[in-house]
Nanobody, 118 residues
Framework: QVQLVESGGGLVQPGGSLRLSCAAS????????MAWYRQAPGKQRELVAT????????YYADSVKGRFTISRDNAKNTVYLQMNSLKPEDTAVYYC???????????WGQGTQVTVSS
């Protein structure tokens, strides 16, 4: 079973930046599409960004397009989310997972809390 460990969250002021990391166990990491999701208080979990196995194709939700960048390092079994120009509405717990046919595939990790507030 693949384990996912997210890190890098924290408290940041509006307009600030954070870089999230997600370390995945298992040897299949380099062959799968990965994604970042987030869940704000009282809301459903939503897809934020995806990246194909080679990193060649990326998708972003409209709400983060132009501000967030997803990337991966297959040698380290790690996927990243660079978040710039953060807004209070970006406040959420952020999770990574395999994106398989449009849905999350593995069991969820603990996530990492991002709070954007002055």
């Amino acid at each position: 079973q693949v384990q996912l460990v997210e890190s890098g969250g924290g408290l940041v002021q509006p307009g600030g930046s954070l870089r999230l990391s997600c370390a995945a166990s298992g040897s299949a990491f380099s062959s799968i599409t990965m994604a970042w999701y987030r869940q704000a208080p009282g809301k459903q979990r939503e897809l934020v960004a995806t990246i194909t196995s080679s990193g060649g194709v990326k998708y972003y939700a409209d709400s983060v397009k132009g501000r967030f960048t997803i990337s991966r390092d297959n040698a380290k079994n790690t996927v990243y989310l660079q978040m710039n120009s953060l807004k209070p509405e970006d406040t959420a717990v952020y999770y990574c997972n395999r994106n398989y046919q449009g849905t999350a595939y593995f069991s969820w990790g603990q996530g990492t809390q991002v709070t954007v507030s002055s």
